[in-house]
C-alpha cells in the first residue's frame, strides 16, 4: 500500500516539474513570437527603390530640396543635412526617421531646426555598425502634416 501512495507523489512532482518548464518555454518564446506577428513591415521590405539617395544627389519631393553637405556618410561623423521648402511652414522643426535595411538597429531620429525661412538644417550621425557600410532609409515628416513624408535613404560607409 505505501507504494501505491507515493506513485501518484512521484507522478504529481513530475507533473508539476514538466509543467513549470512548459510554462518558462512559453513565456520566452512567446513574446518575440508575438512581437514578430504583429510588427508593421520593417524597412527592409519597404521598395527602398522608391526613396532618394541623399549620397548621390540633392533629392526632391513636392517642391522640398533635401541635401547633404558632404556625399559621404560615416559613422559617428556629423553631416550637415538641409532641407529647403518651397514655403515658409508654421513650424520651428522638421523630424526625421530612419532605420536600417540590412539590419535591424532601431530607429534614428533627428529633429532640423529652421535655420531661414525656408530653411531647415541638422547634424546627422548615424550610429556605428558591425558591417562596413549600411543602408538608413525612412522619411522627413513635412510640416505639421504628419501623412506627408518625404521618402530618403542614406547610405552609410565606415573607412
Known amino acids: 500500500m505505501n507504494v501505491s501512495s507515493?506513485?501518484?507523489h512521484v507522478s504529481r512532482s513530475i507533473i508539476i516539474?514538466?509543467?513549470?518548464?512548459?510554462?518558462?518555454?512559453?513565456?520566452?518564446?512567446?513574446?518575440?513570437?508575438?512581437?514578430?506577428?504583429?510588427a508593421p513591415s520593417s524597412t527592409s521590405t519597404v521598395a527602398i527603390e522608391n526613396h532618394c539617395s541623399l549620397n548621390q544627389q540633392t533629392c526632391q519631393y513636392q517642391g522640398y530640396q533635401a541635401t547633404l553637405a558632404d556625399p559621404l556618410v560615416q559613422p559617428?561623423?556629423?553631416?550637415?543635412?538641409?532641407?529647403i521648402t518651397p514655403k515658409p511652414l508654421a513650424t520651428d522643426f522638421l523630424l526625421i526617421k530612419l532605420k536600417g535595411v540590412e539590419m535591424n538597429m532601431g530607429e534614428y531620429?533627428?529633429?532640423?531646426?529652421?535655420?531661414?525661412?525656408?530653411?531647415y538644417q541638422g547634424e546627422l550621425m548615424l550610429p556605428v555598425c558591425t558591417e562596413d557600410s549600411m543602408t538608413w532609409a525612412g522619411s522627413i515628416t513635412l510640416g505639421n502634416e504628419a501623412k506627408n513624408h518625404f521618402?530618403?535613404?542614406?547610405r552609410m560607409e565606415r573607412r
Open 151 to 154: 521618402p530618403i535613404k542614406i
Open 76 to 83: 559617428l561623423h556629423a553631416n550637415t543635412l538641409t532641407v
Open 109 to 119: 531620429r533627428l529633429a532640423l531646426k529652421q535655420t531661414g525661412e525656408q530653411t
Open 17 to 38: 516539474t514538466v509543467s513549470l518548464f512548459m510554462l518558462v518555454v512559453v513565456a520566452f518564446f512567446v513574446p518575440s513570437w508575438l512581437a514578430s506577428v504583429s
Open 6 to 8: 507515493s506513485r501518484p
